[in-house]
């Protein structure tokens, strides 16, 4: 480690021209100038990589290994500090907790018996207690093994008698993306094959009395310091030095908060970041939709994948002006791609109107006894939003996220600088899927279909609000299969980029049966738009989707936001007559269609997409039946922008967009009594993995990239 006079490690570098010689060192020292700009990028980003190691040598005029020895040192004295912190503040909590203890044990040498008012049990009786609480707890252990040992006995034979059922499905190219005949699908799949239950958390009807006031008081000084980082801006928030966006400084966050860093480990990072926009939606509605965990989750369906309120104190009434609600959710949230992992939060959220017109939401992280299957890898300090009410039923909404994440090794190295930077799970990112749907709320409550709009199927307001309907779930299930929960390793695939899952397929509103996924990632020398745009052109769609032998045509378009990137469309691939080329088809595969829905923002979009016959499409643009009851399995693409800013934009100029990361999946139905013979899973995982490294070649080619 190297020394400066003043004894801080990092101000100044020393070489050693001639090492074998030993002779006497010479010190080269650090400027001030130098200094203070190394300290403001330490705060940013203390593991530079090559690239931004080389930007500050050229701007500090230092060696390459001056920079690289100063970012190692200071790394080694920022985790000694932090550690000598972390222990000051246990010893004081050490010292509050032997008081206390201390304090208890002189009140039990008081205590009266709550029955009678007599002096306190002795130590023999105390004693006798505790023997026989022993040995009920002994005969209680001797009981739950028996039933275990039960239950698993029966359930070895159940396995036994499964195993040895005949494969009898097929995979073939009509059950492509789940076109099948539903006939098929009539069966009641085996439970043992269902998503286990530590997927999900169900809500617990009461918490402990412990529990209560802990996530009380947890909530209020949640609120407290988000009113401080939302009303005094300019004492907690500084500029980048990174990528320019605005973030909390560390230092002043820690000397009013005291919070004490979760994670210690040089691969944990702190996520801030701030946001802000206008939308077309009332307060108070938009309120309501925050403090119900499945108006949250459907708000954000690219975002959120799961939401279940566990507990909630307060008015259980419609916003009023008093309007002091806490909650307790738990809720999953991922993004982008398989190679992305999701993060997990149980949450205190609580909302107070501490104005007229003008409400503050905070979310905080908060444990929860019994409550486990939280990802400990995140950990959300006090984040939210402030909302006020505007004029014309709209409202302006102002977002913060601050959050410490360390699961950087667990991250692909494709999506780490993304994430790494403050464009994945940013406030920004909230903010744009928050104006997106509002967007699509406003224009889907339209009762009447709007001059921008034209169709060939849909004649109605209610078929056109059923169909948005309907593309807003299809975006919702593909984002969901993203996570991947059911990653099944195939060495032979996992070799060529692609991941695989298997699940039984039991959620309404999509097709019964063994489901197979498949998702691969690739980064493409191209801004996010020109990706997008290419993948959208019907005139080339043949040119990779699988299901299309021609030009497709369009025949009716919805608009879902004000940007003409963000609409629903129908699409009719050519009939197979029309055509040179014979597959093994169905009839019925001749009137197919395809409900396509697509969107892009400042973030990067999705296109995503599935087939239906045409008498299921007709049905769904009539609005005569619920869109929830429709079977659909969508397949698609996630377009996001690969964090690398331009050169231009370095320099403080407009440059044009950096690269692009986009994830291609696709998901298989496979029809027919379920079984779980490997052999058939096998069949089926080459299918899927066949068709995604063919239509991600076919993609290279499109975008005349082969070699990326």
Known sequence: ?????????????????NAKKREKRICHRHTPQQIQRLEAYFKECPHPDESQRQQLCKELNLEPDQIKFWFQNKRTQSKAQDERNANILLRGENEKIQCENDAMLEALKNVICPA???????????????????????????????IASFVSKNKHQQIMVESFAPAQQIVDTRTLYGTTNPSNLLFEPPSSLRPPTSQTIQPQPLLSHMDIPRLTETAASAVEELKRLFFTEEAFWVKSSV???????????????????????????????????????????????????????????????????????????????????????????????PLVPPREFMIVRCCQQIDEGLWIIADVSHSIVNFDQVNPSCYKRPSGCLIRALSNAHSEV?????????????????????????????????????????????????????????????????????????????????????????????????KCGVRISIRMNMEPGQPTGLVVSAASCLSIPLSPLQVFNCLRDNNTRHQWDVLCYGKVSEIARVFTGSSETNYLNILR???????????????????????????????????????????????????????????????????????????????GGVG?????????????????????????????????????????????????????
């Open 573 to 651: 691939p050519p009939r197979r007559e029309d055509i040179a080329i014979s597959m093994a088809q169905d009839s019925d595969n001749d009137n197919m269609l395809m409900l396509q829905d697509c969107y892009m923002d400042a973030l990067g979009g999705m296109i995503v997409y599935a087939p239906l016959d045409e008498t299921t499409m007709n049905i769904a643009a009539s609005g005569e039946v619920d869109a929830s009851k429709i079977p659909i399995l969508p397949s698609g693409f996630t377009i996001s922008g690969d964090g690398r800013r331009s050169m231009a934009a370095e320099d």
């Open 243 to 337: 990528d320019g966006t605005y973030v909390i400084d560390q230092e002043m966050y820690e000397k009013f908060s005291h919070t004490v860093k979760r994670f210690r480990n040089m691969s944990a990072r702190v996520e801030s970041s701030k946001d802000a926009t206008v939308l077309p939606i009332g307060a108070t509605n938009l309120v309501e939709m925050f403090l119900d965990s499945e108006k949250w989750k459907n708000l954000f369906p690219t975002i959120v994948n799961s939401a279940v309120t566990v507990h909630r104190l307060g008015s259980q009434l419609p916003i009023k002006e008093n309007c002091n609600v806490v909650q307790v959710i738990w809720e999953r949230i991922h993004i982008l791609s």
């Open 656 to 708: 044009h967009d950096g690269g692009t990361l986009l994830t291609v999946a696709f998901q298989i139905l496979v029809s027919g009594k379920i079984t779980r013979s490997r052999e058939l899973n096998e069949k089926s995982v080459d299918t899927v993995s066949s068709l995604i490294s063919g239509t991600v070649q076919k993609i290279k080619l499109l975008l005349n990239c082969p070699h990326v």
């Open 116 to 146: 009678c008012g007599g002096p306190p049990f002795g130590s023999d009786e105390r004693e006798h207690n505790l023997q026989k609480l022993r040995l009920e707890n002994a005969l209680l252990k001797e009981k739950r093994d028996k």
């Open 398 to 494: 102002k977002w913060i996220e601050h959050v410490e994440v360390d699961h950087k090794p667990e991250t692909h190295r494709m999506y780490r600088e993304l994430l790494c930077g403050r464009s994945g799970y940013s406030a920004k990112r909230w903010i744009v899927a928050l104006e997106r749907m509002c967007e699509r709320i406003a224009l889907s409550s339209i009762l009447t279909i709007p001059a921008t709009d034209w169709s060939e199927a849909i004649n109605t307001g209610e078929g056109r609000k059923s169909v948005m309907k309907l593309g807003e779930r299809m975006l919702k299930n593909f984002n969901d299969m993203l996570t991947m929960s059911g990653k099944v390793d195939f060495p032979q695939h996992s």
């Open 1 to 17: 480690m190297n020394y400066d006079g003043g004894g801080s490690a990092g101000n100044g570098q020393c070489t050693s021209p």
